[in-house]
């Protein structure tokens, strides 16, 4: 589903996408998001900043509401404030416009990759009182289903699967993201906030997700089960 | 509020001095003047009565029927006593009747004093004058009373005194002197009651003047010292403040015409952030307007530039052109939009603690390509620790991004040589190629905007002419700066520094700027 206020590039979006094997709706306008998304459960939402009617950061929200969809922000601002809006609001990634069209399609088709195919040898991790289940794509602590969208659960496994490891804020973007040579680190810091606040006990405490100073991320005491 | 720094303190401190000085010589004039009136007219009235006592004492011994030794020495006795029994009252002389040219200290047969008072009160010079003279003489003296005739001085009293002496004949008994001892002790009194009072009223004038100054220069300072407040909070920002004006003196044009500043500064300062807030806008509207189609462009471009192999080689270059030169378009853009961004002041560092060897690493690795393009290697020499340091690691990666394409462009294919060194207080880095140099002044003209090392040479591909200019201000944001210095066909240096600690002024030098 393709969300942008400008027809041509509306156009020309699905004129790629088409020709990637892709099938696209269009929405220009905000406020009918939520009817066409409902209408026709999408894989994935590129979605504009700046719409008429509701604006891209308001939309996400209701997605987001809804659905763990991965969503994809266009923006022709690079600046830090929206961007991280953006991402609060519940986007996995943001593009800033103008973008080349293999940028586009490689962040595409990162988010549209299952990642559970790569990890064969465990089905199941467990730490601190959270269990990820690999095969079912959940996230529980106890009994209940801890709500994580694709992006947070690849973000998480990646640190959960290597439990000793210290990851740079670079590998998390090449690993999870897709990126090359971006050094885009708030991408990185606020989905990792994000998971903090949905599995840590104490976010501002986390014992899940651990900062290294000056390094990155690693993850708390995993313990892997068969 | 200091002393010294106050006005009203300055006003009070200059009013003392004055007013003292003032005071203290109009009334010690005054003193002076009362007490030369004083003792005068105390002269006057002595004289006088001196006078006809003199008379008085001259007539009785005239009028006496002095027959014998013993008749004189009676008259004499009684005469002593007379004026002796008036005793008590101040104002009433003593009085010692001496026989003309008795030397002695000791009182001779017939000579006589009231109250035990030594010989010695009237001194030789005084006698002499006396003598020489058939009119009264007066001097300043001490009236000396001691205990006894007989026993010698075991007591003494001095007192002040204004003393007066006549001569008179006594028949058949020669020449005498009679002198009159007015103690001064009264106009003394007087006097000194008159300096104390003076004294007194002039403490007290001085400090009446000092209150009344006080009370003028508080009408004066309380609006100067409003004015200064408001005028302080004008500086800092706030414009709400205003004077008030009361009246049409001299303090009420001051209130007016404070108030006028003040309002011309708010209006056009809020011109200037109306101006501001229009240019951000500006800045953020011309961004999105120009991104969408720029961002269908490139797609449409991209998608043609793919199928190139199909079309014939006119249309097939063509495409390639398009391709290459949106591409330019866009970082023409992308940089217009960032200068633009430092202009308007909007721009902000994002600081993360990062490892400025590993990450000029990554940039050296990412241009490593475009390097080789040009025929060029990088040679990297830096510390082997990590040097860890808290900067905004994607400004710092556009600065050596820049510095280094610029090498790359203007290196002429040599090796382009990268160093890190660290100091102390702040972090240097240098990129020095070895290609067509910079000619002498223009070492700081490189950093202007559009300018390009040579207007008639042949454009490198793809520069903006921005790249350096952004870099600077890039590096003025940590803190730092870029300096560079360049000989013709030796090559340029181009050292980037940056303190350690952003707030802090840079003085180290940890590059000589020279080739």
Redesign the interface.
């Given at each position: 589903m393709v969300v942008d206020d400008d027809q041509d590039l509306a156009e020309m979006l699905a004129i790629v996408l088409t020709g990637e094997g892709m099938e696209v709706d269009l929405v220009s306008r905000g406020d009918q998001v939520m009817e066409v998304f409902r209408n026709s459960q999408p894989d994935l939402v590129l979605l504009d900043l700046m719409l008429p009617g509701l604006n891209g950061i308001e939309a996400c929200k209701l997605i987001r509401a809804e659905s763990m969809v991965p969503i994809v922000m266009l923006t022709a601002k690079g600046e830090t404030l929206d961007v991280v809006k953006g991402l609060e609001a519940g986007a996995d990634d943001y593009i800033v416009k103008p973008f080349q069209t293999n940028e586009l399609l490689a962040r595409i088709k990162a988010r549209l990759r299952r990642t559970t195919t790569l990890v064969a040898a465990s089905s199941k991790l467990e730490f601190g009182g959270v269990s990820i289940d690999l095969v079912a794509h959940e996230v529980r602590r106890g009994d209940n289903v801890i709500a994580l969208t694709r992006l947070e659960f690849d973000l998480l496994l990646a640190l959960a699967r290597e439990p000793g490891r210290v990851f740079t804020r670079e590998a998390l973007l090449a690993e999870v993201w897709g990126y090359r040579h971006s050094s885009d680190t708030r991408l990185v810091n606020v989905h990792i906030q994000r998971i903090r606040s949905k599995i840590e006990r104490d976010p501002n405490q986390p014992e899940l997700v651990l900062t290294v100073r000056g390094v990155g991320y690693r993850a708390g005491n995993f313990t892997e089960q068969k | 509020m200091r002393f010294t720094n106050s006005l009203s303190f300055r006003v009070l401190g200059t009013t003392l001095l004055l007013s003292t000085i003032l005071v203290s010589t109009l009334a010690s004039v005054l003193n002076q003047r009362l007490g030369d009136g004083i003792r005068e007219s105390k002269i006057e009235s002595a004289l006088n009565e001196s006078q006809s006592k003199l008379f008085q004492t001259e007539n009785r011994f005239a009028l006496a029927e002095i027959t014998s030794v013993a008749d004189f020495r009676d008259a004499i006795d009684r005469t002593i006593t007379e004026f002796a029994d008036t005793k008590g009252n101040e104002r009433n002389p003593e009085i010692e009747i001496l026989q003309a040219n008795s030397k002695s200290t000791n009182f001779y047969l017939y000579e006589r004093a009231t109250n035990q008072i030594s010989k010695s009160s009237i001194p030789i010079d005084l006698r002499k004058k006396v003598l020489a003279s058939k009119e009264l003489q007066y001097q300043y003296g001490e009236i000396i009373y001691t205990s006894s005739y007989s026993t010698p001085v075991s007591f003494e009293k001095r007192v002040p005194a204004l003393l007066v002496g006549g001569q008179f004949n006594i028949e058949n008994f020669g020449k005498f002197e009679m002198y009159f001892l007015y103690s001064s002790a009264p106009e003394d009194a007087t006097i000194s009651l008159i300096s104390r009072t003076l004294f007194i009223g002039a403490i007290a004038l001085v400090l009446v003047l000092l209150f009344i100054v006080w009370v003028a220069t508080r009408q004066v300072i309380t609006p100067i010292k409003g004015a200064a407040e408001i005028a302080e909070k004008l500086s800092a920002g706030d414009f709400a403040e205003r004077m008030q004006v009361e009246g049409a003196d001299e303090i009420a044009r001051l209130a007016l015409s404070f108030n006028e500043m003040a309002n011309t500064l708010q209006i056009q300062i809020s011109r200037l952030e109306n101006l501001s807030r229009v240019q951000q806008r500006f800045v953020?509207d011309v961004?999105?307007e120009l991104?969408?189609?720029?961002?269908?462009?490139?797609?449409?471009s991209?998608?043609i530039y793919r199928q190139r192999d199909n079309f014939d080689s006119t249309i097939s270059r063509s495409a390639e052109l398009l391709t290459a030169q949106l591409e330019r378009f866009?970082n023409l853009l992308t940089e217009l939009l960032e200068v633009s961004r430092f202009d308007a002041g909007v721009v902000?560092l994002?600081p993360?603690?990062?490892?400025i060897v590993s990450l000029v690493e990554?940039t050296l690795e990412?241009l490593n390509p475009i390097a080789h393009g040009h025929g060029s290697t990088f040679h990297y020499a830096h510390p082997s620790e990590p040097v860890?340091t808290v900067v905004d690691?994607?400004r710092m990666?556009r600065i050596f991004r820049n510095l280094l394409s610029n090498a790359i462009a203007y290196g002429a294919g040599n090796p382009i040589q990268v160093e890190i060194r660290t100091g102390e207080k702040s972090i240097a880095i240098a990129v020095r190629d070895f290609g067509i140099g910079l000619r002498p002044g223009e070492e700081l003209r490189v950093f202007d905007r559009f300018w390009r090392a040579d207007p008639s040479r042949e454009r490198i591909r793809g520069g903006t002419g921005l790249g350096l200019s952004i870099a600077q201000e890039d590096a003025h944001l940590h803190g730092g700066i870029i300096e560079a210095v360049g000989v013709i066909g030796k090559g340029s240096l181009f050292v980037v520094t940056i303190p350690r600690d952003r707030s802090e002024e840079l003085t180290e030098k940890l590059f000589a700027l020279n080739l």
């Open positions: - | 953020s961004s999105h991104r969408t189609p720029l961002t269908t462009l490139k797609m449409a991209d998608l866009e902000s994002e993360e603690v990062v490892d990554k990412a860890m690691p994607r990666d």
